[in-house]
């Protein structure tokens, strides 16, 4: 029963046994019920949290409006400088961080980390983008007038997350939202309410030693009710939401009805595509690890292999043998590759989707399970595994959110392509060849209909310097990097006339 230094961690951010679920940055406060997270690790209460009630939720509103009105008077490159020492503060505790994200959320520490250095990452990126908001001059069509058009702050943004990213997508979006000008309010998973109030705290600190004002980070643990306060409240300009399909569809639903703006990154169905010519020594490593790496539960986590029928059978040997290699338990432990699954309904999913592909004829060639002993005794670790299936069972058609990866063969790549694109979802597709004209094939517009597509590495791992979003059901969002940070802002054009007479556009004539 090792601590791995965990409470030592905890406190080093902040956090107690018993926490206010609810902050402005410079007040904590909760009036809701009490949540309790569980570590999927090794089962035990890690500490308890005190959620918002509908009261909370508007005290966090009044304090965000007020904090707008003077945040967006801050030149952006001095916004800059706020996100700048945020990014120090997150390379002084990303250890702490990393940690308290792998024994929260159950991902490997390597990824624990990974993920503050994603936020570190995005931060660097938005203090440049701080000094480089351009928007276009254009030539006026009339004589004695310039044209140009400029971005202003939209005001309050609302970011949902999922428990899967406790802490990095709430960065993606905060850094660039705070450079625009704008202020948060972060609705942290249920699920990870810890890492929530740790980030917050980091914040916090920031905001202090800065005597900014409060409001520009606020934090709300609460339920779906508060969910739907924030995604319904006419107050705030755009909503982030990151999380299933079908409670994507009624954000995006609610936030159109209100005119309001919003970013969806929904579910992912990620294939890989296997070609005669592949390099199969590193196509397998990105395979694994986009199978198995966060035990499956990355929107960007490979879920189907389609490969060429005349190296199927070479491929299904060599990940029967890589499977048999992985090392299952406590993800704070180097030596392991899996950890487990969020929480026991997650693995009755796991359960439920394993006997569903079953029904429909899949083959298992590496058996699914859940694993028992004094490893596992939090009852969340479960077998990566490998079915034979096609494309059109209805189980291949969802998303899983679990280490269950399905295999097909193909002929022509056309084909290849027609199956990866055959499914709801369009995050992130891969192929893997040496061949270019299949790769440039797969990158054209007959190829891969994801937002993210690449050429021998695997579907997850991207690096924040990119949008990242996917399309179709996957809800056509994107994030961090490029030139996203339009997303988080309200565009203006503005002509200006400096002659003494008014020429009409289009040559229209108007005498008085
Ligand atoms: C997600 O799964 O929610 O590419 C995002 C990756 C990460 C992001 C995943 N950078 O896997």
Redesign the pocket.
Known sequence: NQDFGIEKSLSNLGISTENLGVSTGGKYFANGDVLESYSPTDGKLIAKVTTANFSDYDAVIETSKKAFLEFRQIPAPKRGELVRQFGLKLRHYKEDLGKLVSYEMGKSLQEGL??VQ?MIDICDFAVGLSRQLYGFTMHSERPGHRMYEQYHPLGIVGIIS?F??PV??WSWNTALAWICGNVTIWKPSEKTPLCGIACQNIITEVLRENELPEGISSMIVGDHKIGDRLVNDKNVALISF?GSTKVGRMVGTNVAQRFGKSIL?LG?NNAIIFTENADLNMSIIGAVFGAV??AG?????TRRLIIHESIFEDVKNRLVKAYAQLKIGNPLDENNHVGPLIDKDAVQQYLDSIEKCKKEGGKFVVEGGVLEGEHYTSGCYVKPCIAEVENSFEIVQHETFAPILYIMKYKTLEEAIAMQNDVPQG??SAIMTTDMRQAELFLSQQGSDCG?ANVNIG??????GGA?GGEKETGGGRE?GSDVWKYYMRRQTNTINYTDSLPLAQGIKFDL
């Open positions: 990974g993920e994603e999922a899967n990213f990095a997508v990151t990154e992912g790496g966060t539960q990355r929107c960007t986590s995050l992130s993210i579907t997850s791992g991207a690096e924040i990242f961090s």
